[in-house]
């Protein structure tokens, strides 16, 4: 029913090839692949990494691509791509903009259905005017997306975890009213959810409800939890920085309602990739806590997969 894989940025350090075997090795299906521009210089957690370089796939290299995957048995669900693209330098956000144009030409030369990624925001601006941007910069992208067959996917994370990104965050698409107003203006089928429950928990909204509301939009699913510290938040309020008061987790440790949420993709016949997203701080201090990670999360939705 559902299509188990996990976002290879968590493996930053190995190469496609390893990437793929490992994926092969513990049981998955699929993996959500990213694509950062080789030049980037992101040095956000997790931001920066590539095991796909869109921009030399010659048909060589998407021969060698889909050799690899066909040897493993694993196929790709999305190429991700998570930069700013509504960034208020707009050098930057041009940048952005044509990568994630590259990586939608990229899926649809290697047969992936969905491209994730972010629709960005100032931060320094409220969301009508965000929304006044996103009405510019969007309806190309999507264009692009339609002309080649490829769902976009946008993750639903607020991207307020740094000094940096205060006070918006860097991601706009953050709660089911913004949702609705982004596809109002644009309604596209092609144009749809990358939903993380975790995200919807530490804003203190339910994390079930959406998978009703926006069926039809669900093009991609991240399993990711994430923990809310009451004494910590008792102490800082919802207006500090996030992080003062929550942290990611791996699945089944945090307090998103998994049974719940399963329950929901079932209800409303999901098929799509279910992809483990691991940015828990706790297993990051060698590659054997990160395996460890991974294949926890693993064990812990199996339950749910049949």
Not at 38 to 48: E, Q, T, V
Not at 59 to 74: M, P
Not at 192 to 199: V, W
Not at 274 to 281: A, C, F, L, P
Request: hydrophobic share 40%; glycine share 6%.
């Amino acid at each position: 029913m559902f299509q188990l894989g996990f976002n290879s940025a968590i493996l930053a350090d190995f190469s496609f090839e390893h990437m793929v075997d490992f994926a092969a090795q513990h049981g998955f299906g699929c993996v959500e692949v990213m694509c950062w521009p080789k030049d980037n210089a992101d040095a956000r957690r997790y931001a920066g990494v590539s095991h796909i370089d869109v921009m030399k796939l010659d048909g060589s290299k998407v021969k060698d691509i889909r050799h690899t995957l066909r040897t493993a048995n694993v196929g790709i669900s999305a190429l991700g791509y998570y930069p700013n693209p509504l960034d208020p330098e707009p050098k930057k956000a041009s940048y952005f903009v044509e990568h994630i144009k590259e990586v939608i030409r990229g899926a649809a030369k290697l047969g992936v259905p969905t491209v994730t990624t972010f629709v960005g925001r100032d931060p320094a601006k409220n969301i009508t005017d965000n929304l006044k941007t996103f009405a510019e910069v969007w309806p190309g992208i999507v264009k692009v997306a339609e002309d080649n067959n490829i769902k976009l996917a946008i993750e639903n994370c607020p991207m307020f975890f740094t000094n940096d990104e205060w006070p918006g965050g860097k991601n706009l698409a953050i709660s089911p009213a913004v949702w609705n107003r982004m596809f109002e203006i644009i309604p596209s089928r092609a144009f749809g959810l990358n939903y993380d429950p975790s995200h919807m928990i530490w804003q203190m909204m339910d994390e079930i409800k959406p998978i009703y509301q926006f069926r039809e939009r669900l093009h991609h699913i991240h399993l990711k939890d994430v923990k809310v510290y009451k004494d910590k938040l008792d102490q800082v309020g919802i207006m500090a920085n996030p992080l003062e008061y929550h942290s990611p987790k791996l699945p089944g440790l945090g307090d998103v309602r998994w049974r719940d949420f399963f329950a929901a993709l079932t209800d409303v016949r999901y098929r799509g990739p279910v992809v483990i997203e691991v940015e828990d701080k706790a297993y990051e201090t060698n590659i054997t806590d990160v395996k460890s990670a991974i294949l926890t999360s693993r064990n812990y939705v199996s339950q749910f997969l049949g």
